[in-house]
């Protein structure tokens, strides 16, 4: 079978969380480029894989997914990864609560930083609005509060285990890590930890190696 193929530029968190998750399952893929300065995201052939006209959009044979977290759910069902624990009805459960605490607590507030720290300054040329950033700042301590809390307890988000719900966070918090506001994390010692523990995963680590080829 031909590689899957993952459509949209490598340094998009969301191309990035499907390109770990098919590192962990050591799947082949191909990364497809698609040129968001030109809108070659809103016009055909791009919008019939993804009709919202964003990325990712990911195609393995006749399948043609899109949304990131729904791509690194086969990804892993396919594969039969335990990064989802379907084998286990609340562990999984827990996955699922601390993917969904992901996506809207700490992506939620984490995309206007990534958006006013990178993608202003260095593709559109325009300034970065530091209120912007410093009220998206306050969003993220108080979700690293609760955070810093479930992690006194586990040591991963869903328990024990690493998950999904885990290394679903490397994408956003690659770029906070290389913002001027890391030092957010100081406060937060058992999330600094656990930041560098999925940090170190070899999926995570060479996808991170990647980018910074290609930001280089």
């Known amino acids: 079978m031909a590689p899957a193929k993952v459509y949209g530029p490598a340094m998009s968190t969301n191309v990035m969380r499907i390109l770990v998750c ?12 698609v040129d968001m300065s030109t809108g ?15 990325v990712p959009a990911f195609e ?12 690194s759910k086969y990804i892993l069902r396919k594969h039969g990864s335990d990064l989802l624990r379907e084998s286990n009805l609340s562990e999984s459960a827990m996955v699922d609560v601390w993917l969904e605490v992901e996506s809207s607590h700490f992506d939620g ?3 206007p930083i990534i958006f006013q720290c990178f993608i202003v300054p260095m593709f559109m040329g325009g300034a970065t609005d530091m209120a912007v950033v410093n009220e998206s700042l306050e969003k993220l301590k108080k ?7 479930q992690l ?12 999904l719900a885990d290394i679903s ?33 070899p999926s995570v680590k060479k996808v ?5 080829t290609h930001s280089a």
């Open 40 to 54: 070659e995201h809103k016009r055909p052939p791009h919008i019939s894989r993804n009709p919202f006209g964003q």
């Open 152 to 163: 006194s307890k586990s040591k991963y988000l869903a328990g024990d285990f690493i998950s």
């Open 60 to 71: 393995d044979g006749d399948l043609t997914l899109f949304e990131s977290r729904a791509i």
């Open 22 to 33: 098919l590192e962990e399952v050591g799947a082949e893929y191909e990364v497809v480029p």
């Open 109 to 111: 507030a984490m995309s």
């Open 208 to 212: 991170t190696e990647a980018m910074k």
């Open 169 to 201: 966070h490397l994408p956003t918090v690659y770029y906070l890590l290389a913002s001027a506001h890391a030092s957010v994390l100081d406060a937060y010692p058992r999330v600094k930890g656990w930041i560098d523990d999925v940090m170190q995963r």
């Open 143 to 149: 979700a690293l509060e609760v955070y810093q809390a």
